[in-house]
């Protein structure tokens, strides 16, 4: 089955800087990427997604890459705020099956 | 904006006990998970539902658990014989027909074991 590694565990940033989340994936069927941000207590929230097809998408201040040949996708926070301080998942998934998760990435962003 | 939502928002129970959590999917949605999240960990994938049955299910979803949609709008997760390690987050989950469409999270459920 598929496994996705996250990677940092945490990641602390001053306010204004980028942060820079990857994960991995080994199923080479897997063609869907979403990224959720967990605040303290609450659901995942998606923020942004992308499909195989495609190798890059920017949603304001958030952008996601692919290399499929690789199997890894990243997260690009830029200018970050204080706001942006979460837990964030990458998942991965094929057609409608479940969604596996990374173990989660820690930001925070210091003022 | 349509949203998934699931009762109660916290559930105590005692060791041994059953519970039944409950989500309502979005209504056109034909596609519906239990997720479930130990406190600081990632979220894991119970099980799926489509057209009317399990179409798949992970190993924690042992026959402990059951889920059922007992009516056009319910989708609920049984524990029959609750333990402690099953206290975590629970959230529900559902997609539409088409491929690929993002999942939607409920607010969760919050499951205490004692």
């Known amino acids: 089955g598929e496994n996705v590694e996250q990677h940092p565990s945490t990641l602390s940033v001053q306010e204004g800087d980028s942060a820079v989340i990857k994960c991995t994936y080994s199923d080479s069927a897997s063609n869907y990427f979403p990224w959720y941000k967990q605040e303290l207590g609450k659901r995942p929230q998606l923020i942004i997604d992308?499909?195989?097809?495609?190798g890059e998408k920017k949603d304001q201040r958030i952008a996601v890459t692919l290399n499929k040949t690789a199997k890894h996708f990243s997260l690009h926070i830029t200018e970050t705020q204080p706001e942006d301080s979460a837990v964030y998942f990458c998942?991965?998934?094929?057609?409608?099956?479940?969604?596996?998760f990374g173990k989660g990435t820690r930001l925070s962003v210091i003022a | 904006e349509p949203e998934v939502t699931q009762t109660p928002s916290h559930q105590v129970t005692q060791m041994g006990q059953e519970v039944i959590l409950r989500c309502v999917p979005i209504?056109?949605?034909?596609?519906f998970y239990w997720y479930r999240q130990i406190l600081g960990q990632k979220v894991e994938f119970l099980v799926s539902?489509?057209?009317?049955?399990?179409?798949?299910k992970s190993e924690i979803f042992d026959d402990q658990f059951s889920v059922e949609r007992p009516d056009g709008s319910n989708f609920t997760l049984k524990i029959r014989s609750t333990k402690l390690e099953d206290s975590a987050m629970y959230f529900c989950?559902?997609?539409?027909?088409?491929?690929?469409?993002?999942?939607?999270f409920g607010p969760g459920t919050r499951l205490t074991v004692t």
């Open positions: 989950a559902s997609i539409g027909a088409e491929v690929n469409v993002k999942q939607y």
């Open positions: 992308i499909r195989s097809n495609v």
């Open positions: 998942a991965a998934s094929e057609r409608n099956t479940p969604l596996v």
């Open positions: 209504s056109n949605h034909l596609y």
């Open positions: 539902f489509y057209n009317n049955e399990i179409s798949e």
